[in-house]
Nanobody, 129 residues
Framework: HVQLVESGGGSVQAGGSLTLSCVTS????????MGWFRQAAGKDREGVAI????????VYADSVKGRFTISQHSANNSLYLQMNSLEPEDTAMYYC???????????????????????WGQGTQVTVS
């Protein structure tokens, strides 16, 4: 049974920081794409940052480059998103997502066009004022 559980959202003033955490369980593949996506009110879900557990640099949305950092720890099946210099435009529901992947070329493709077959967490709200 696949499960993803996020935590760490909240309300913060512009310029502040938050760290999102996600613990995953129930997977048995060798390598994965793990990422954070967000959906603001009235907008489509968009990719924020995705990492391939088989190696290589993470990919980020242009809007968060230099401000957000994704990290993944295989030992405890965890994914994190450190968010600095938050802006009101970052206000959204943030979702942790994971799916089996076999290539480091997949995260950039998923950023452009998120596949429908990711497993999703329940989401955690981030509000920046």
């Amino acid at each position: 049974h696949v499960q993803l559980v996020e935590s760490g959202g909240g309300s913060v003033q512009a310029g502040g920081s938050l760290t999102l955490s996600c613990v995953t369980s129930g997977y048995s593949y060798r390598t994965y794409c793990m990422g954070w996506f967000r959906q603001a009110a009235g907008k489509d879900r968009e990719g924020v940052a995705i990492v391939y557990t088989g190696g290589g640099a993470p990919v980020y949305a242009d809007s968060v480059k230099g401000r957000f950092t994704i990290s993944q720890h295989s030992a405890n099946n965890s994914l994190y998103l450190q968010m600095n210099s938050l802006e009101p435009e970052d206000t959204a529901m943030y979702y942790c997502a994971q799916r089996p992947c076999v290539s480091g070329a997949q995260p950039p493709e998923h950023m452009r066009r998120p596949p429908s077959d990711y497993d999703w967490g329940q989401g955690t709200q981030v509000t920046v004022s």
